[in-house]
């Protein structure tokens, strides 16, 4: 399956984007998806998951209540909606695939899939 993720732009501290990942060669509703970002000198990080059904959603404390995760499997896609966006959220972003589990996991290496990645830039 190859993931596409779009979205990203340059926004205002306290703005918002919605990201979105795309599916295609596959469906993704069997598939447990996750969010990733890379901010330069970092190490890629866990941002959000969500389960398949979309029943299960997990978030980094860095986002939990300004971020949330969902999915319209129908539309193969899933998406990060992004509020009170601040500079430390500066980052590329990742979409992610895990054909093995139905919740989603945190850690990189847990992923099989992985989108192109998106820039986010939030100036100050």
């Known amino acids: 399956v190859q993931l596409q993720a779009s979205g990203g732009g340059l926004v205002q501290a306290g703005g918002s984007l919605r990201l979105s990942c795309a599916a295609s060669?596959?469906?993704?509703?069997?598939?447990?998806m996750g969010w990733f970002r890379q901010a330069p000198g970092k190490e890629r990080e866990f941002v959000a998951g969500i389960s398949w059904s979309g029943g299960t959603t997990y978030y980094a404390d860095s986002v939990k209540g300004r971020f949330t995760v969902s999915r319209d499997n129908a539309k193969n896609t899933v998406y990060l909606q992004m509020n009170s966006l601040k500079p430390e959220d500066t980052a590329v972003y990742y979409c992610?695939?895990?054909?093995?589990?139905?919740?989603?996991?945190?850690?990189?290496?847990?992923?099989?899939?992985w989108g192109q990645g998106t820039q986010v830039t939030v100036s100050s």
């Open positions: 992610a695939a895990d054909p093995t589990t139905v919740v989603p996991r945190r850690r990189v290496n847990e992923y099989e899939y």
């Open positions: 060669g596959g469906t993704l509703s069997r598939y447990a």
